[in-house]
Every structure is written in C-alpha cells, then in structure tokens.
C-alpha cells in the first residue's frame, strides 16, 4: 500500500519562503486496509516503527521524534536550539529515504536531498549543519530508522520540500490566485508523483485540511484525473474521498489536525518547518552581514515590520527593493 502525507510551513509570515513538505512510503504487501469504510485508518506508521520513532522530543531510548513540527520545535529561548527535535529527525529521514546514513552538510545540501534544487535568493553561504543536534546522533538515528522500516516492511522512499520565496509567491499572487490554491497545487504535484512512482498500489493521500475549506471533491477530479468518484465524509474536521485512479483504489483524506493522525503528515511537516527556519537563518545572516547589529527575525507579521523598519534606511545600499522580499498576501 502506497502512503502520502503532505504539510505546509510557513503559511502566515511576511517574510521568507513557503515551504510544502511531503513524505511517501509503502507498506508490505500484507497489509490491507478497506479504503472504502468511512471508519478506516491507514496503517499507523508510529506502532510498525515504534522502536526507531516516538511522539515526543524526550524518549529515554533515543528514538527519533516525529510528530506535528509546531509541538517538536522549542521555544526561542530555550536552553535547547528550537530545532534541536525536529532536526535531528529530518536529518535522518532525509538520509535513509536515500538508503544511506550519510547526514547532509549544509542546508544547499540537505534541500538537495529534498528534491529542493532552486538556488538561495541571497548571496549567502550556506548554514552549515546540523545546527542543533550532533551529527553522530543523526546518523544513529538514521541506522535505526533504517533498520525498523526492514523489520516492518516500510519503506519511506521519498522525503520532499518545495519551497516558494516571496518572489515566486507574490507573482502567483498577481495573477489573482489566492496563496491556498498555490498550497493545493503543490499538494497534488506531490501526489501525482507518488501515484506516477508506484503503480497500481491502492493508495492513501492524506492532507491537512487546506485554509479551512470543506469540499475538494471537483478539483481532486481534475487535479488527479480520477473516476468513479465517491464522497466519504464531507463535515467541520474531515474530508475523505474514494477514487480511483490507473484502476487501482486511491483514499484521499483532508482532516484537522492530521498531523495527530498520519506519521507521514508528521514527518512532512517537519522537514518544511526545518527548511523554512534555516532558511531564516540564512537569510538573517545575509542582512546582518550587510548592516551589523541588525536583530534577527523569524519572519512572522508584527516582528517582520520591525526588521524592516529596520532596515529602510539601507535599501540604497544593499541594492535590494523591500518589496522583493515582502509577501503581498
């Protein structure tokens, strides 16, 4: 059985990238689950995984963390780097969706094993890694994880983040597109990859519900040319659908709080959360190199205008419009 589970990072910020993260796996071949009964649950990943992975940063065995990014990272000021969690993990997963231990460098790096292969908007040099955890911890974390998906027989072959910079978003934006559609989008590419990569599986997409919205069912039809279609549940907290797809069985789930649910939602969001905030990192060292003692920023709404403020009376200089780096909406 095929899993997706796609997540966004970074929906409601000024500034910095938009990142979808998406993690596809597969389950042996004796698992079955009846895609067609409104009570199903896809196979829970964290029991077939349970001695490689958790729920919760502190495990007396080392297992790796995966679980909604927004619980795993710590807060600013914490005695622990905020990404001390989720870093470790993406590190790992990142490592062995490629069969290997081999922990990324640097960040250029590490979104290049995220099929992440647009250039950094800034002349910066990159974040060299980990930032917050020890390499040899990751790489251990990666030999266990590696070594419970064979016991089990799951497979996670691919761990994926599309980052969009505020250029590439405000020009989606300028044709009249609304910032959630752009989230679609980049959520059905994923799954049409997946689906495209391993034939004739019967499926199980899961999404986090998309901007609060109810019904997905026409521009599933379209996005994913599927027939036969049948509608689950349509209520406040879940959207699942039946459909099918190159004849085989494809459950597409929308739910609140799906990260709770679906450990490769989890895991999703979790490499686009570590994207997006070294990706901050990076883009904090740039400008403070350009304009020392600048204070740093996460990018969020109230504390982005203050770095911008900021840094107004220095856009001469830097060469760089603000509007180049400010989302529109």
């Known amino acids: 059985m095929l899993l997706l589970g796609v997540d966004e990072a970074g929906y409601g910020p000024l500034l910095g990238p938009l990142c979808v993260g998406a993690s596809v796996w597969t389950v042996g071949e004796g698992t079955t689950v009846d895609l067609a009964d409104?009570?199903?649950?896809?196979?829970?990943?964290?029991?077939?995984?349970?001695?490689?992975?958790?729920?919760?940063?502190?495990?007396?065995?080392?297992?790796?963390?995966?679980?909604?990014?927004k619980k795993l990272k710590l807060a600013k000021g914490s005695i622990q780097h905020p990404l001390t969690h989720l870093e470790r993990t993406v590190l790992a997963c990142a490592a062995a969706a490629h069969?290997?231990?081999?922990?990324?460098?640097?960040?250029?790096?590490?979104?290049?094993?995220?099929?992440?292969?647009?250039?950094?908007?800034?002349?910066?040099?990159?974040?060299?890694l980990p930032v917050a955890t020890d390499r040899a911890l990751a790489t251990i974390g990666a030999g266990q994880f590696m070594r419970a998906c064979t016991k089990a027989g799951v497979v996670l072959h691919a761990l994926r983040c599309v980052r969009h910079e505020p250029a590439a978003l405000n020009?989606?934006?300028?044709?009249?597109?609304?910032?959630?559609?752009?989230?679609?989008?980049?959520?059905?590419?994923?799954?049409?990859?997946?689906?495209?990569?391993?034939p004739g599986r019967p499926?199980?997409?899961?999404?986090?519900?998309?901007?609060?919205?109810?019904?997905?069912?026409?521009?599933?039809?379209?996005?994913?040319?599927?027939?036969?279609?049948r509608v689950i549940?349509?209520?406040?907290?879940?959207?699942?659908?039946?459909?099918?797809?190159?004849?085989?069985?494809?459950?597409v789930s929308f739910d609140v709080g799906a990260e709770s649910m679906h450990l490769p939602i989890a895991l999703?969001?979790?490499?686009?959360?570590?994207?997006?905030?070294?990706?901050?990192?990076?883009?904090?060292r740039f400008f403070t190199r350009q304009v020392p003692g600048l204070a740093p920023t996460a990018g969020y709404v109230q504390d982005g205008r203050r770095w911008l403020a900021d840094l107004a009376p220095h856009w001469e200089s830097l060469g760089i419009r603000e509007t180049d780096l400010v989302r529109r909406g």
């Open 38 to 69: 409104p009570g199903a649950m896809p196979p829970n990943l964290w029991t077939l995984l349970r001695t490689a992975v958790c729920r919760t940063g502190k495990d007396a065995r080392g297992r790796l963390p995966i679980a909604d990014s």
């Open 99 to 128: 069969g290997s231990t081999a922990i990324a460098p640097d960040d250029d790096a590490l979104r290049v094993m995220l099929g992440d292969r647009e250039a950094f908007p800034h002349d910066e040099p990159p974040v060299a």
């Open 171 to 198: 020009a989606h934006l300028a044709t009249g597109a609304l910032k959630p559609n752009l989230t679609f989008l980049t959520a059905m590419q994923a799954a049409r990859d997946a689906l495209a990569a391993h």
């Open 203 to 229: 499926a199980w997409l899961a999404f986090d519900r998309q901007g609060g919205r109810m019904r997905y069912l026409d521009d599933l039809m379209r996005s994913l040319d599927a027939r036969s279609p």
């Open 233 to 251: 549940v349509e209520d406040d907290e879940h959207s699942h659908y039946l459909l099918t797809i190159d004849d085989r069985p494809v459950r």
């Open 268 to 284: 999703a969001s979790m490499a686009a959360k570590t994207v997006r905030e070294v990706c901050m990192e990076r883009l904090n």
